[in-house]
């Protein structure tokens, strides 16, 4: 509970710094989105090109789930991140990465947790936290992190 309650308390002070992004709930049946390394690279950060500097490739807020098949959080997690990537249609990018499939990716970030979640905002550094945050709070994190609500 201490954990989850400075993973919380972490995200809404990073959130005081980010720049406001427009709400729009427009596409409600989106679902979220497996990735390769190929695909992160595409689409979140191409850190091979620029290892040094964070540079965030997306077109919208991201969170990004770092899990595996066989872990009890992650199987319990991944219903709410549908429900969540249902919610919020277009405003974000929900995005699952595959940490055993996805090794060189994973360790390319220090996942040595999980499941592991990246918010990532238009503005500023991504953030991230260990463990199966319930719902409530992730919605907490997502509003005050990444869209800043």
């Known amino acids: 509970m201490r954990q989850l309650l400075f993973t919380v308390l972490a995200l809404l002070a990073f959130a005081t710094g980010s720049q406001a992004q427009t709400n729009n709930k427009n596409t409600k049946n989106m679902k979220t989105t497996t990735l390769t390394k190929a695909d992160f690279l595409k689409k979140v950060a191409d850190y091979e ?6 540079k965030y490739l997306g077109d919208k807020p991201a969170l990004v789930d770092f899990y595996a098949p066989w872990c009890g959080p992650c199987k319990a997690l ?14 974000i990018h929900i995005y699952k990465i595959n940490t055993e499939e996805e090794q060189e990716l994973a360790a390319a970030f220090g996942i040595r947790s999980i499941p592991t979640l990246l918010f990532i905002p238009m503005e500023g550094k991504p953030q991230m936290s260990q463990g199966a945050l319930p719902k409530a709070s992730l919605k907490e994190a997502i509003d005050k992190v990444m869209l800043s609500k």
């Not at 090109?49 to 964070?54: A, F, L, N």
């Not at 991944?78 to 429900?83: D, F, N, S, T, W």
């Open 78 to 91: 991944a219903p709410v991140l549908e429900e969540l990537a249902a919610e919020y249609g277009d405003q």
């Open 49 to 54: 090109k620029s290892p040094q500097e964070w």
